[in-house]
């Protein structure tokens, strides 16, 4: 279960990939943030920005018409 | 006993709701049955898309200012003080001046406010125009620029977001007048994947980049920014560094300090429900503008469409005991392409934005729009 949950289905501006940016900044360090995307871009542009920057991806998962991305903040 | 309903900020948001109510309740206020109050910060009620303008010579900054007092409908009660906490639970406000003032139905409107400080080196070395003052400052800094690198950032969340490609591409114009451009290079930054957040609008921004030989490195979020000799450096948390001779930014962005210290959200966003745009567990509080936590663009029009919706159904449950409508998620966006052609995007939960090519009309439409603003502040257009 994660520490904060993102509701970024429908979100086309400013989109998942930045609203997870967002609350990465405003959540401390050990903070689990779970990303719910309707954009399959999502899959592949949250995995890849998490890895860039270092922080921990806990898992991504297909689920009923969304996605679910689970990241950890590292740093 | 009368209805009182609380409305907390003057921006776009809190403004256009009290009007819209004065309006829609104008039998219940005459008869005393509805008090409508707005607690507002500032005196003054500015357009804040005009800052763009105001940058590069195209409005003066007095024109994007009037008295929120003149805006608002006469039975509107207006206090000029901040409301430093919120508790939803004994529907109570309490103000800077000392007031605790009870609510019915409560209207958090409290916007979003820039915050350079939270990036170290930022509010030293970088510049914005985000507010009238700093959009002045960097104002006078473009008239002395001459030669040299000029970067663009962005900071996350930030309102506005087709802000960062008008900015650039009224650079790129700017600088061709001068005819200087040869001198100037453009640097563009953005936080994600792609040039823009909007899939469509970064697929057409990048053919244009190129054919203004505008710069661009994607995955750039700034964690640290320095200066030496003149030089800015601009520190991502990506691990790239853009070296600058001048520095252009959105810094990142938080919601009130009222909403923080009154332990609704760290970061300053109420949490709404995305349909009903009520504050999550409280019937009698809705939220409108920057202020949610929504997923969706931190701009004017958001706050427009959204408060079109708060005042539908203030005025229903008012009336008729029961809110009338939902919020589908509608924003439209204007977008300068420069000082000549805009285009436009709209979008709601559902329909992704498809914008048209930039054509004369659309941009002379928004320059038309830049005065009639005053209109939709008092719930006209």
Redesign the interface.
Known sequence: MADKV??????????????L??AI???PVGTTIEVLSTDK?SAK?VP??VK??GHELVGVEEKDGYWSIVVKRAK | MAKHVVIVGGGVAGTIIANLLARGLKEELSKAEVVITMISKEDKHVYQPGFLYVLFDKMRPDELIRDQRSLLAPSIIFHHDTVVGIDPKACEVHTEKGKKIKYDYLVIATGSRPMPE?IPGLKEHGNMFYTLESAVELREKLRKFEKGRIAIAMG??HKC?VAPFEVTFMLDDYFNKKGIRDKVEIYYTY???RIH???PVAQWGVPEFERRGIKYET?F?MEKVEAHNGSVAVHS???STAECDLLITIP?H?GAQAIMDSGIS??GWVPTN?HSLKYEGYENVYVAGDTTNL???KAGSTAHFESDVVADNLIAEIKEGHPAKDYD?K?MCFIETGFDKGTYIH?N??T??SPMPPSKMIHWLKLGYNRMYWLTARGVL
Request: some cysteine.
């Open positions: 993102i509701d970024a289905r429908g979100s086309f501006c400013p989109g998942p990939l930045m609203e940016i967002a900044k405003s959540n871009g542009d890849e920005w860039k920057v | 939270l996350v969340p977001p936080p994600i994947g957040t909007l899939e995955l979020n948390a990506e691990g990142p938080r760290n970061d995305r997923p969706i663009s998620g924003v979008f939960y559902t992704p934005p």
